[in-house]
Structure formats: structure tokens, C-alpha cells
């Protein structure tokens, strides 16, 4: 690859498979990373070579999420010692559904995030499919969402399911089961979810869904973080007597034992995108990221 390239990629540690596919689509240089880690847990990090031209600086933000984001903020920070122009490509958004106050004098942390891109020197933003679309509008430089759902869907139909169905967990993932249905030319339904804001508690409060049974369901949401809300989706729509149950995600989180709780309650798979590392991740982002930057 040429020194002079149009593109450098800087992976972050927490993205670096996804973020060589994505140098290797624009055909950029790919830079890596040092990370010391001080015994007060201070983090230095040191690029391994001066990148050139555009910076593209990829970085998921989860757990450690704190950790996370300040590295990529310094990379962000000293990327933009070399270019105008600083692409922060970020997957996984942390903190996007931190978004908007639920509880009077909650913080809404994605406002501050937003800021400190800003400060820290991006100069546009990427992220795949976030939350919502309210916490892209904290950012007050030009922010893009690109979405995963066309390339879930081209792994779906290699499936071939027994008249499938596609189901939101909650009304607010309606528009996004919409269009996984359009794409897959099947129908959609959204239950009635409840979360408790103080305990994190999720309740169904859907009556019968009779249009389920005996269909395999693709069980949509944006993310699985603790799959409380995947598990009482997945009890409710057995007890209606649907076929398989199929759970798809963009961002898998799984925080502990999330995967067993999902299985247990009777979900045949667990399909999301590599925006998280992890064995669920089946579905490569780039080519979406890549036409995203491009
Ligand atoms: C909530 O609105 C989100 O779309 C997800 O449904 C939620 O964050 C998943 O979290 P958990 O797996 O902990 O239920």
C-alpha cells in the first residue's frame, strides 16, 4: 500500500478485525496501536506509525465502555495532529440510549459523548444503526448512521424458515422490524414491552398473538445488552406456540450469562454483525461502513 494513500484506517483495539475489512474496502493504509496500561490503570497509547491523508479511526464502544471512549477520544484527538479531516467510525455507540431524561435530573450522558467528539478534533461521524435517531442529534458535526439491517437480511434468507415472521420486541423497534420484513418480504408484528426505569425490569403486556404460531420468528432489536428483553419476548411467543425462534441483533452485548438465559428460554440462534467481536457476530458490517465513508 502506498504511503501517500487516500485513506489511513487507526483501528481500535476493540474493533481491529472490523477495522482492517474496512481498510482493506478502501483499499487505506491500516495503522494500529500500542496500549500500556499503568498500574493506576491510566492507558498510554502510542501509534505505531504517522498516518496520512483522511483518518478513519474505528472504534467500538463497549465494556469497558469508559475505557473505551476515552481511547478512542485520544485517538480521535491525535489523529487530527496529522489531517483536517477525522472520521470517527463508531460501530457500537455507548451511551445512545442515554439519549434523553426518562427520570427528572437523570444526566443525559450522549449530549456530553457528542461534545467531547467535537472537542477532541472528529470531524464527522459514523456510527451503525444507533439506537435512535435522538441521540445522533446530540452531535453538532455531520453524523451518518449506516444501517446493517440489508446485510441481516441476506443471512436470514439463506435460511429458508417455515413461513417466517418478523417480531420487535417493543413498539419502539417497529420501523426497523418494518423494514427487515420489506427486505425479506414477510410480515411483522411489535409487542407491547414495559421497563421498569428504576430496577431495569421488563415486562410483555401483549395479549395473544395467534398470527405466531407454527411460524419461525425473527426476533429484531438494535441490541441484546443483559437479553431480559429478548428471554420475556421469547416466553411470551412460545406460550403463543410459534415455531423456532430466531433472536437477531445488531450489537450483541451479552453481559454475563445473557446468552444461556436466551437459549434456555427456547431461542434456536443468536445472529448479530461483527460491530462487537464475539462468536454471534456472523454478519460483517464493513461492506455497509465502507459505502458509509465512501
Ligand atoms: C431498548 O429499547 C433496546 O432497543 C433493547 O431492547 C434493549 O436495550 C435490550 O436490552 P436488554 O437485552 O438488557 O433487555
Known amino acids: ?95 445512545a440510549r442515554q439519549d434523553r431524561e426518562f427520570l427528572p435530573r437523570e444526566v443525559v450522558t450522549m449530549s456530553l459523548v457528542a461534545k467531547m467528539f467535537k472537542a477532541a478534533g472528529a470531524t464527522r461521524i459514523i456510527v451503525v444503526d444507533i439506537h435512535s435517531m435522538m441521540a445522533l442529534r446530540h452531535f453538532c458535526i455531520p453524523a451518518k448512521n449506516a444501517t446493517a439491517i440489508g446485510e441481516l437480511v441476506k443471512y436470514f ?30 410480515g411483522y408484528i411489535a409487542l407491547e414491552k414495559h421497563r421498569d426505569r428504576k430496577t ?7 395479549s395473544d398473538n395467534q398470527e405466531v404460531r407454527n411460524r419461525d420468528l425473527i426476533l429484531v432489536d438494535d441490541m441484546i445488552s443483559t437479553g431480559g428483553s429478548i428471554v420475556k419476548a421469547t416466553e411470551h411467543l412460545k406460550r403463543q406456540k410459534c415455531g423456532r425462534v430466531f433472536a437477531c441483533c445488531i450489537h450483541a452485548l451479552l453481559i454475563g450469562d445473557a446468552e444461556k438465559r436466551i437459549r434456555r428460554a427456547g431461542v434456536t440462534r443468536i445472529i448479530s454483525t461483527n460491530t462487537i467481536p464475539g462468536k454471534t457476530g456472523v454478519v460483517d458490517v464493513s461492506p455497509v461502513i465502507a459505502r458509509a465513508i465512501s
Open 1 to 95: 500500500m502506498s504511503l501517500l494513500a487516500r485513506f489511513t484506517v487507526i483501528g481500535g483495539l476493540s474493533s481491529e478485525q472490523l477495522a482492517r475489512k474496512i481498510a482493506s474496502r478502501l483499499k487505506a493504509r491500516y495503522v494500529g496501536y500500542e496500549l500500556r496500561i499503568f498500574p493506576d490503570g491510566e492507558g498510554k497509547i502510542t501509534l505505531k506509525a504517522k498516518p496520512t491523508g483522511k483518518i478513519i479511526v474505528v472504534h467500538s464502544i463497549y465494556p469497558p465502555v469508559d475505557s473505551n471512549l476515552v481511547q478512542v477520544l485520544a485517538l480521535v484527538s491525535q489523529a487530527r495532529k496529522y489531517s483536517s479531516q477525522v472520521y470517527a467510525v463508531i460501530p457500537y455507540m455507548g451511551y
Open 157 to 186: 434468507r439463506k435460511l429458508h424458515l417455515k413461513d417466517p415472521l418478523v417480531v420487535s420486541p417493543d413498539m419502539g423497534g417497529i420501523e426497523r422490524a418494518k423494514s427487515f420484513a420489506n427486505l425479506m418480504g414477510t
Open 200 to 206: 431495569g425490569e421488563v415486562v410483555i403486556s401483549s
